[in-house]
Nanobody, 122 residues
């Protein structure tokens, strides 16, 4: 059974850091592009970052570029999103998803996790 499970969300103060994880079971993450999306209350889901399967190339939304870093640990079959210099506008439920290639279009992703809440507030 293909499954993605996010963890690591929580409450952090503005300017702080948090690392969220996406663990896979039932398939090997390295064979897929893995993306992080987020959805804030009342807003559409948006792509945050993606790491491609073939060459490990990373992609970032302009809003997080320079602050977030996506990485993959093949031995743990897990993808991480390190988030630094967090802002209140980063508050959202963060989801990981798998697809054949990186895309900002969420319709291309056919496997999704349940999400983890990240709240940035003082």
């Amino acid at each position: 059974q293909v499954q993605l499970v996010e963890s690591g969300g929580g409450l952090v103060q503005p300017g702080g850091s948090l690392r969220v994880s996406c663990a896979a079971s039932g398939f090997t993450l390295g064979y897929y592009a893995i993306a992080w999306f987020r959805q804030a209350p009342g807003k559409e889901r948006e792509a945050v970052s993606c790491i491609s399967s073939s060459d490990g190339r990373t992609h970032y939304a302009d809003s997080v570029k320079g602050r977030f870093t996506i990485s993959r640990d093949g031995a743990k079959n897990t993808v991480y999103l390190q988030m630094n210099s967090l802002k209140p506008e980063d508050t959202a439920v963060y989801y990981c998803a798998a697809a054949g290639e990186c895309s900002y279009y969420d319709g291309l992703y056919d496997s999704w996790g349940q999400g983890t809440q990240v709240t940035v507030s003082s």
